[in-house]
């Protein structure tokens, strides 16, 4: 597993100021590089995505790098996206560049405006604006159609394509292996003018799918599979949520992706490794279409794409212990109803982390402190944990709530307080304020009854306890100093009340209040104003750490007690708190008012967001 870095993260917000402690990386190291160089100080940029052209006539691009987020449209965000998203945006913002957020939705079966709707919220609510404007739209790659149907007839016209009519069957096989060079298509010499007939065929929409594929025309003998006269286009008669049923063939993603990245003239496109063996076709493409090539009739032809192309680089993608983040499988998840829904506080969904209380403080962090690898490795989720931890510790209001509730009969009240009487209290929201920001007040009350938690009262004390026993007095933190006295008991022997007397004139914060010692203070919510809540204590979905590891049924490892629903009692400014607020819920951990559930003062839902301390593991 990589080390979490040492270096503490600066609280980072989507607009902090680039800020010169942050951990260098491979990736930072090739930015200062290239723009101490000045690889792309002459770029242009026309305001708007496009080709050579479009952009030899704009100014010269403000942006000093380009790069980008560019997911398919077939799922829930990810914490894995997440960390590409605070990876990609972060860049851009630290080096004084724009960070392009474009949906990749060359496939046209698989993707929904759902999906959409979806990633465009998360990454507005982890902080980030795309495409040089607040609110600019996204860019979708089937904007961009109409260029690659261009590209692919240039490369056909200067001999860099052709149209291969084997089945796939007879591709496959002569594709070779890794020890076995490839076997040329017989249909690979044919000429410019008989491929662009063939090719213009496949667009027209007569052919089935399958019969025919537009191949690059590469080296069927490269020690690299996918230089091997890679396909580029393929007829799929389907319906494309963008362009309806103008198209009838689609870009393969291996030709469509650096032509994206090209025409919204991004400088570092940075994806996961997998697409490492990619990098070969991908310089070759952009070599092909940013040159000119001189045709047999005398015609030059070519630069369609602007110079310099994009470069890709490559990082390790987050793997993160007791979680799964294919979108397959988390699919699969919600489709099978193993959790309710892709927002299920339990899933690694942003939509799930946001419902959990994970704040984009949090998730920025992460990424930070995961920092970026080339090479594969393991996250523990406590380190996740940590991060939510740090961000709360000094943002969230405190509250009490007793999750695991018996009653406290204070029996002396009516006698030294008077009958009925409710005496007010207040506690401090923030217990460690920032520097000159006073804390908020949270009131309630006290009375002759309280709701205290079941393990504070022991009949017969353990060594070493120091809560409510016979004879022992605590403080109720915030209230008063009260002196036990014993319990009662239904005729099961179950404990129903706990009986003790208040000590008056000790009422926290009045002169004299501590002249009685005691040894612990325990939280408590009053009778007379505290509120049912519903509350979630939520566990780890699987119980493995590599859940799918190896091809492991991950559904075998599911944690059948991930989510136990509690009744608790709250006191009045937890009740009142506005749906998706985050609290501590002082010795408990922290919580979240649920964003979907929770009906501000009249039925408050929080969901266990992290405990107080690391129990991962344990
Ligand atoms: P699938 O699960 O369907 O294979 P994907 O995770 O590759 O999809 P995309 O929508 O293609 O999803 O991803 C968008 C971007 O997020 C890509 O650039 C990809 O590299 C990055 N990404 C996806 N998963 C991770 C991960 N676990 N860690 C880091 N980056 C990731
Ligand atoms: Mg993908």
Not at 116 to 137: R, Y
Not at 332 to 354: F, H, Q
């Amino acid at each position: 597993m990589s080390q979490p870095s040492p270096h503490s993260p600066a609280p980072a917000t989507a607009a902090a100021a680039p800020d010169s402690i942050k951990p260098s990386n491979f990736l930072r190291q090739i930015i200062e590089s290239d723009l101490e160089k000045g690889t792309y100080a002459n770029r242009r940029w026309a305001g708007s995505p496009g080709d050579a052209a479009h952009h030899a006539a704009g100014p010269l691009d403000p942006a000093k790098i380009r790069t980008r987020f560019p997911p398919e449209p077939n799922g829930y965000l990810h914490v894995g996206h997440a960390k590409s998203i605070c990876l990609n945006f972060g860049l851009a913002r630290d080096y004084g560049g724009v960070c392009h957020l474009r949906f990749d939705d060359t496939n046209p079966e698989k993707e929904d405006t759902e999906y959409v709707d979806s990633i465009t919220d998360s990454v507005k609510w982890l902080g980030f604006d795309w495409n040089g404007a607040p609110d600019a739209p996204a860019y979708q790659a089937s904007d961009y159609f109409d260029f690659m149907y261009r590209a692919a007839e240039y490369l056909i016209e200067s001999g860099h394509a052709y149209v291969d009519e084997q089945t796939p069957d007879q591709m496959r096989a002569n594709r070779g292996d890794f020890g076995k060079p490839g076997v040329d298509s017989p249909f690979r010499s044919r000429t410019p003018a008989e491929n662009l007939a063939r090719f213009r065929e496949m667009a027209q929409g007569q052919l089935e799918d399958g019969a025919m594929v537009l191949r690059a025309k590469i080296d069927m003998a490269s020690p690299n599979i996918n230089m091997r006269d890679p396909a580029i286009y393929r007829i799929k008669h389907a319906e494309h949520h963008n362009t309806g049923n103008k198209w009838c063939i689609y870009p393969m993603y291996t030709f469509a992706h650096p032509i994206e990245d090209a025409l919204e003239q991004i400088t570092h496109s940075i994806c996961t490794l997998e697409f490492e063996d990619q990098r070969p076709f991908y310089d070759w493409l952009m070599d092909r279409l940013c040159e000119t090539s001189k045709l047999p009739d005398g015609r030059v032809v070519g630069g369609l794409l602007a110079s310099p192309p994009p470069h890709q680089y490559e990082f390790a993608r987050l793997n993160l212990t007791y979680v799964i983040t294919s979108k397959r499988k988390l699919a699969a998840l919600v489709n099978e109803k193993k959790v309710n829904g892709w927002d299920d506080p339990r899933m690694p969904t942003i939509v799930g982390l946001r419902r959990r209380g994970y704040t984009p403080a949090a998730l920025q962090a992460f990424a930070e402190r995961i920092g970026v690898t080339k090479s594969d490795s393991w996250i523990d989720y406590s380190t996740l944990e940590g991060c939510l931890r740090e961000d709360l510790e000094l943002k969230a209001h405190r509250g009490f709530a007793v999750l695991n509730p018996v009653k406290l009969v204070l029996t002396n009240w009516d006698e030294v307080m008077g009958a009925g009487h409710l005496e007010p209290c207040t506690q401090p929201a923030l217990p460690h304020p920032p520097e000159g920001v006073e804390s908020p007040v949270r009131h309630f009350t006290i009375g002759k009854e309280v709701w205290i938690e079941r393990e504070d009262y022991e009949e017969v004390p353990p060594k070493g306890y120091k809560r409510l026993f016979p004879g022992n007095k605590v403080r109720l933190k915030g209230g008063y100093v009260i002196e036990c006295t014993g319990c009662t008991k239904d005729a099961d022997g179950n404990i129903t009340q706990v009986l003790a007397t208040v000590v008056p004139d000790t009422k926290s914060g009045t002169p004299g209040s501590d002249s009685v010692k005691v040894k612990a203070a325990i939280t408590w919510v009053s009778v007379a104003d505290g509120v049912y809540a519903e509350v979630r204590m939520y566990d780890r979905l699987f119980l493995d750490a590599q859940p799918d590891a190896g091809g492991k049924d991950y559904l075998e490892s599911l944690n059948p007690n991930s989510l136990k629903v509690i009744t608790a009692i709250v006191e009045p400014s937890l009740a009142n708190a506005a749906a998706g607020q985050n609290f501590q819920f002082e010795r408990h951990g922290y919580f979240v008012a649920d964003r979907v559930d929770h009906v501000q003062g009249t039925k408050p839902v929080f969901n266990l967001a992290v405990g107080l301390r690391d129990s991962w593991g344990k």
